[in-house]
């Protein structure tokens, strides 16, 4: 069964850079699917961020664009989630995903169990 | 502003059945496979409906989804206390070449 575990710092400082990683077990990134990053800010609803197809392709959101990387290691078997000159409004739960077509963007099925980032001085 | 709209509250008695609509437009659900998310109080959203109708395996047939032109409808019958959550829509949308969402859904089972 395929899992998805982000980790990474739960408190980050205003115009630094958010950096987060989602580890994947049971399955290798590198045999295919979009990898995806969304995000939830507290009360309110699923944003998506972006994804990063196996070949190594990327895709964001158009607001978030200027700002974010997504990145593969494949030697660790895990992407990685970089978000640049953070403010409050990106306070919110992070999570990985995977959706359940190898061929599809959406319909996620895989979902990490999702980490808080905090954006405070 | 959500590219997809959803009502941000739909509330039913149990037993009975309710539905969840969400409204795209050409470029997202009217060209595109719709998915419907549950989101229990604390947790990761649960994929319930995928490609429009198709319901993961697991998930009870008391859930079922619909699409008609540019918008697509999240159904549920034989409603229980457990089925108190948010419901989100999403798809890709081919213009923003982006997975957009629905605001969401708060379901009250009375």
């Known amino acids: 069964q395929v899992q998805l575990r982000e980790s990474g710092p739960g408190l980050v400082k205003p115009s630094e850079t958010l950096s987060l990683t989602c580890a994947v077990s049971?399955?290798?990134?590198?045999?295919?699917?979009?990898w995806g990053w969304i995000r939830q800010p507290p009360g309110k609803g699923l944003e998506w961020i972006g994804t990063l197809y196996h070949s190594g392709s990327t895709y964001y959101d158009p607001s978030l664009k200027s700002r974010v990387t997504v990145s593969v290691d494949t030697s660790k078997n895990q992407f990685s989630l970089k978000l640049t000159s953070v403010t409050a409004a990106d306070t919110a739960v992070y999570y990985c995903a995977r959706p359940m077509t190898a061929t599809r963007h959406d319909a996620f099925d895989i979902w990490g169990q999702g980490t808080m980032v905090t954006v405070s001085s | 502003q959500s590219v997809l709209t959803q009502p941000p509250s739909v509330s039913a008695a149990p037993g009975q059945k309710v539905t969840i609509s969400c409204s795209g437009s050409?470029?997202?659900?009217?060209?595109?496979?719709a998915s419907w998310y549950q989101q229990l109080p604390g947790t990761a959203p649960k994929l319930l409906i995928y490609?429009?109708?198709n319901r993961p395996s697991g998930i009870p047939d008391r859930f079922s989804g619909s699409k008609s032109g540019t918008s697509a409808t999240l159904g549920i019958t034989g409603l229980q206390t457990g089925d108190e959550a948010d419901y989100y829509c999403?798809?890709?949308?081919?213009?923003?070449?982006?997975?957009?969402f629905g605001g969401g859904t708060k379901l009250t089972v009375l």
């Open positions: 050409s470029s997202n659900i009217g060209n595109n496979y």
């Open positions: 049971d399955y290798s990134i590198s045999s295919g699917y979009y």
């Open positions: 999403g798809t890709w949308d081919s213009s923003l070449s982006a997975v957009v």
């Open positions: 490609d429009d109708d």
